[in-house]
Each structure stands twice: as structure tokens, then as C-alpha cells.
């Protein structure tokens, strides 16, 4: 079936440290990725997203490449700042024209001054 | 600039208590989602709906009802609410498009205590 494998949290960084959060999924053929921000006590936003073997979704500093070789799609920034402090979600749309998501666990940030 | 409305934003029932959790989109989607947010789950989709007057079960639909009599709203309820219910919905919608490239636009959650 399909699925999405995040890396466990919480993660704790100080301002300006390089930010990973780790995706693995399980798919048939070619699904599109995203990458959603949940801020405390809102709702999801949309990060970036790709959509085919390759591609590299970027977005307020944040960068993911699609590596259909590894089926990951690795959330990364170069500094990361206190208000990036959220939950992180990555996810897919298999195939099929529904586009329901399927989502990851999530990995809460906190990003300490 | 509405996007996504869910309402209400919090709620607390008794076990076995009825309600509904209404969405309204005022993008003109065709479809629309609904899920459950629980600690270390992620969010898991309970019903969703490809156009006005269709609903479909998703992940978790067991003692769930939606329906979407108009375009812009899609109602989610509960007839005899239980402790396991207890979590954050959200409401979700995009457009239909040739592919899977729309992302989908999310409301901020209804907090929901069950008792």
C-alpha cells in the first residue's frame, strides 16, 4: 500500500543550525509529494510540493528533492530561525485522480534563540 | 479572503451526544476532505467528496456521517459521539485538476472533547 515514514521528533535546534527532517514513502508508480507546516494551534499550509523524479520543491528557505531511487523527499534549510518552529508534515497523492493525502506522522521543530 | 471555514472551533460533548462540524469553502472546489489529527498518527482521512452530492469513506470513516448538499460545504457528524473521538478535524478542499498537482487548502481545526 502507500505510505510515509518521517523521522521521529522532537527535533531541537538553535537559530542558524542546518535543519534535515528525513521522508521515506512507499508508493506504485510516480506520486506527488508535499511538504505541509502546521504552526501551534493552526491549521496546515502547503510548504512545497513536487511532482515528478527530480524535481526540488523550495519555499521560504525550505528545499525537498524528489529521489525516486530512494523514494525520499528530505526536508532541508540552510538556517533555520525560532519562527520556523512547527510541526512538519510530508505526504503523497498516489496515483488515481481523488488526490486524497496520504500523511506522515509529523516532526515537531523547535527552534531555541 | 475566507479560503477554508470550519466551525465551531471547539467543542465539548458527553459520550453519546450528537453534532455536526460544518466546512465552507468559498474557492468553488470540487473536492473536499475530511480529517483526524491524533498525536504520533498524523492526519487520517475519514470521508471525502469529488463533487456536489457525493461522498466516499476514506481511512477511518466508522461512526462518521458527511454529506456535501451544496458545492461549498461539506458537513461532518457524529450521531453517538465516543471517547475515541476525541481529537482535531480538519476540512480540507481543492480544485479537480488533469492530475495530482493541486495541493489542498486546509481549515484550522475543530478541537473536539469527548467526555
Known amino acids: 500500500g502507500n505510505s510515509v515514514t518521517q523521522m521521529e521528533g522532537p527535533v531541537t535546534l538553535s537559530e542558524e543550525a542546518f535543519l534535515t527532517i528525513n521522508c521515506t514513502y512507499t508508493?506504485?508508480?510516480?506520486?506527488?509529494l508535499f511538504w505541509y507546516v502546521q504552526y501551534p494551534g493552526e491549521g496546515l499550509q502547503l510548504l512545497l510540493k513536487a511532482t515528478k523524479a527530480d524535481d526540488k520543491g523550495s519555499n521560504k528557505g525550505f528545499e525537498a528533492t524528489y529521489r525516486k531511487e530512494t523514494t525520499s523527499f528530505h526536508l532541508e534549510k540552510g538556517s533555520v530561525q525560532v519562527s520556523d518552529s512547527a510541526v512538519y508534515f510530508c505526504a503523497l497523492i498516489p496515483l488515481g485522480n481523488t488526490g486524497k493525502l496520504i500523511f506522515g506522522q509529523g516532526t515537531t521543530l523547535q527552534v531555541k534563540p | 479572503n475566507a479560503g477554508v471555514t470550519q466551525t465551531p472551533k471547539f467543542r465539548v460533548l458527553k459520550t453519546g451526544q450528537s453534532m455536526t462540524l460544518l466546512c465552507a469553502q468559498d474557492m468553488n472546489h470540487e473536492y473536499m476532505y475530511w480529517y483526524r489529527q491524533d498525536p504520533g498518527m498524523g492526519l487520517r482521512l475519514i470521508h471525502y467528496?469529488?463533487?456536489?452530492?457525493?461522498?466516499a469513506k476514506g481511512e477511518v470513516p466508522d461512526g462518521y456521517n458527511v454529506s456535501r448538499l451544496k458545492k461549498q460545504n461539506f458537513l461532518l457528524g457524529l450521531e453517538s459521539a465516543a471517547p475515541s473521538q476525541t481529537s482535531v478535524y480538519f476540512c480540507?478542499?481543492?480544485?479537480?485538476?488533469?492530475?495530482?498537482?493541486?495541493?489542498?487548502?486546509f481549515g484550522d481545526g475543530t478541537r473536539l472533547s469527548i467526555l
Open positions: 480540507a478542499s481543492r480544485p479537480k485538476d488533469r492530475g495530482r498537482r493541486q495541493p489542498q487548502h
Open positions: 508508493a506504485t508508480g510516480y506520486p506527488s
Open positions: 467528496s469529488v463533487g456536489e452530492g457525493t461522498t
